[in-house]
C-alpha cells in the first residue's frame, strides 16, 4: 500500500530549478497535517541524508549544503509537501524521498534527481 508518492525529479543542468512534491494517500490523511515532514536524499553510493524539514506548525530546518537554495514547505488542505530546488549542482543528484512522522514513519519511494555539469 503505497503511502506518500514523489514526483517532480528529473534531469536539469546546473543553475536550474526543480519543484519535488510528496502527496499522501487518503489512509494516512487524518496524521498528515500533526506530524513534522522531511525531505531526503541518496546521492549515488553514498549513505541517505537529510535534506530539510517542516513541523506541523511550519518550522523549517534545513542541511548546511543546501540552505539558501531549498525551500520546504507544507500544504495541509492538499495534504502535500514540496521542495523547491533552485541552483542546483551536480552533487545536488540522488534519489529523494520524502516521510511522514518520526521514527519509523512513512517513507516514498522516491524520486530521481539529476543535474548535469
Known amino acids: 500500500q503505497v503511502q506518500l508518492v514523489e514526483s517532480g525529479g528529473g534531469l536539469v543542468q546546473a543553475g536550474g530549478s526543480l519543484r519535488l512534491s510528496c502527496a499522501a494517500s487518503r489512509s494516512i490523511f487524518s496524521i498528515f497535517s500533526i506530524n513534522a515532514m522531511g525531505w531526503y536524499r541518496q546521492p549515488p553510493g553514498k549513505q541517505r541524508e537529510l535534506v530539510a524539514t517542516?513541523?506541523?506548525?511550519?518550522?523549517?530546518n534545513y542541511a548546511d549544503s543546501v540552505k539558501g537554495r531549498f525551500t520546504i514547505s507544507r500544504d495541509n488542505a492538499k495534504n502535500t509537501v514540496y521542495l523547491q530546488m533552485n541552483s542546483l549542482k551536480p552533487e545536488d543528484t540522488a534519489v529523494y524521498y520524502c516521510?511522514?512522522?518520526?521514527?519509523?514513519?512513512?517513507w516514498g519511494q522516491g524520486t530521481q534527481v539529476t543535474v548535469s555539469s
Open positions: 516521510k511522514l512522522g518520526g521514527n519509523p514513519g512513512y
Open positions: 517542516i513541523t506541523a506548525g511550519g518550522e523549517t
